[in-house]
């Protein structure tokens, strides 16, 4: 096929052959491959000239999203998956981002972790159940969630437990359904037992005037 018009609109090029068909590329994979008005193009190279083009607008995609935070692996496959990217292309940019350290799950649980926990202050449980919908690895998450400091969970728990019951007491004066409430509300919120037992104990609820 013969190139008849090469047609640029913003960073894309319609490169429009003189049986009719088009072919939209990636402006610099016109400029790489030097693509110009009258040349032949096979089929070959047709289909590397728009994986290349592909390639390059699917590593776009991944790096504004990653601009914006940091995303595990399977949360940005799924991202590039909307696109409409092909599965092989965004299997290669995953690839890249991995071997150039962009993309990294390990340091992503790290900052995700950190974020959540201090923010929101949620527990271990409804963390791990967070990471593992991003697509973690569970021993990955088993790993990493088994080096963060219990103390820090106590001191979250009880500040939320300290802020719940304020609302809890403007309903309820029997010390046992407190408690209720209070274990149920830390439940959801991804404590485990024993942390919220010692919790509930700390308050005194049993001991009050």
């Known amino acids: 096929m013969k190139i008849a018009a090469l047609k640029k609109k913003g960073n894309n090029v319609t490169v429009v052959f003189d049986d009719g068909t088009y072919r939209v590329l990636d402006y610099r994979v016109v400029v790489d491959y030097g ?3 009258g040349q032949e193009i096979d089929d070959e190279k047709l289909e590397l000239l728009s994986s290349e083009s592909s390639l390059l607008k699917a ?14 692996k399977a949360e940005l496959k799924l991202k590039l998956l909307k696109k409409k990217f092909p599965l092989d292309v965004i299997e290669n940019v995953l690839l890249y ?4 350290n962009y ?13 959540r926990v201090k923010r929101k202050k949620i527990g271990p449980a409804k963390l791990s159940a967070e990471l593992m919908k991003k697509g ?3 021993e990955l998450i088993k790993t990493l969630l088994s080096s963060h400091d219990q103390e820090n969970y106590f001191a979250n728990a009880l500040t939320l437990a300290e802020k719940k019951l304020v609302q809890i007491k403007r309903k309820e004066t029997d010390p046992r359904r407190i408690a209720q409430k209070l274990f149920t509300y830390l439940a959801s919120k991804g404590y485990q037992s024993d942390v919220i037992r010692n919790v509930v104990e700390n308050l005194k609820l049993g001991n009050e005037d």
């Not at 991944?62 to 995303?71: K, P, S, V």
């Not at 981002?97 to 150039?100: C, G, P, T």
């Not at 993309?103 to 974020?115: G, K, P, T």
């Open 59 to 72: 590593k776009d995609s991944a790096f504004r999203f990653l601009g914006m935070r940091l995303h595990s």
């Open 103 to 115: 993309l990294n799950d390990e340091e992503f649980v790290i900052q995700f972790s950190a974020e």
């Open 97 to 100: 981002l991995q071997k150039e």
């Open 35 to 37: 693509i110009w008005k």
């Open 136 to 138: 973690i690895n569970r």
